[in-house]
């Protein structure tokens, strides 16, 4: 599937009747790279397993090209583009690196696997290990490979970087900037490392409680020093 837009319009959500997102409404073009940037707790996770249709949704819509995904179960949101890569790296422990693949592969010829292998090739060193051998790095890598197998057209990916080694997050965040500017999928990054988040994105927005607290250029935000502070808490190079 080529890349895909994503649009959220006035999206509130949140976990039975509680209420987390309210009213939040972004774009990003086909092929786009937005960061989504906020402090602990402020619902960068719940926007993510929001539109995967993981929460439970309180109002507005989300769209996948011109299509309606918001009355959609999950798995037919995977099925209209969507790739979701959770903060608790979805592997599965008692497989190897190999059968966890095969299971992103949902009955696509195996030869696919050479392709993820040739992205990661420490999976394919790995390929015998079962994931519970794995380091975080690998964990993080075979569960992002594993997404991608399912070819989607809009990725979302919860801290792909969280606990890894500098070296580790060196490599992974070249590989997802590749991905993205091959132009085969739009990427949606939920990141802590702030700088790195905004070498990778043409977009950000900023969530605070629950609302989208600023939205624009990265370059924009990078001249905003004041305002990142109190946003986030934190200064920016
Ligand atoms: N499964 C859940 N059930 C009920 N409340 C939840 C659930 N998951 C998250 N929350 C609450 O929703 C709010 C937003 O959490 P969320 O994980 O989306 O924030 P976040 O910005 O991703 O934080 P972090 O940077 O710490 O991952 C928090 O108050 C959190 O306690």
Redesign the pocket.
């Known amino acids: 599937m080529p890349a895909a837009r994503l649009e959220v319009e006035r999206l509130s959500a949140g ?1 039975g009747s ?1 209420g ?1 997102l309210s009213e939040m409404s972004l774009v990003v073009p086909a092929g786009g790279r937005l960061t989504v940037l ?10 993510l ?1 929001t539109i995967m249709g993981l929460t439970s949704h309180q109002g507005g819509v989300i769209r996948v090209d011109d299509r309606d995904v918001t009355g959609l179960k999950t798995y037919a949101r995977a099925a209209a583009g969507l790739g979701y890569v959770p ?1 608790t790296r979805d592997v599965f422990r008692s497989l190897t690196v190999e059968e966890n693949l095969f299971t992103g592969l949902k009955g696509r010829p195996r030869s696919e696997l050479d392709e993820v292998y040739t992205i990661f090739p420490r999976l394919a060193e790995r390929r015998h290990h079962n994931g519970a051998q794995l380091s975080g790095g690998e964990q993080q890598m075979l569960s992002l490979a594993r997404t991608l197998l399912g070819k989607p057209s809009v990725l979302l990916l919860d ?1 792909p970087l969280e606990g890894l080694a500098p070296v580790i997050c060196d490599r992974l965040m070249e590989t997802i900037v590749d991905l993205a500017q091959s132009g085969e999928m739009t990427v949606v990054l ?1 990141e ?1 490392q702030i700088e790195r988040a905004l070498d990778f994105a043409d977009d950000v927005i900023v ?1 605070e409680r629950g609302r989208i607290a600023w939205s624009g250029r990265t370059e924009r935000l990078r001249g905003e020093r004041e305002l990142v502070d109190a946003l986030l808490g934190v200064g920016i190079g």
């Open positions: 976990y509680v987390i906020g402090r602990n707790g402020v619902g960068k996770t719940t926007l397993a903060q801290e939920v802590q969530i």
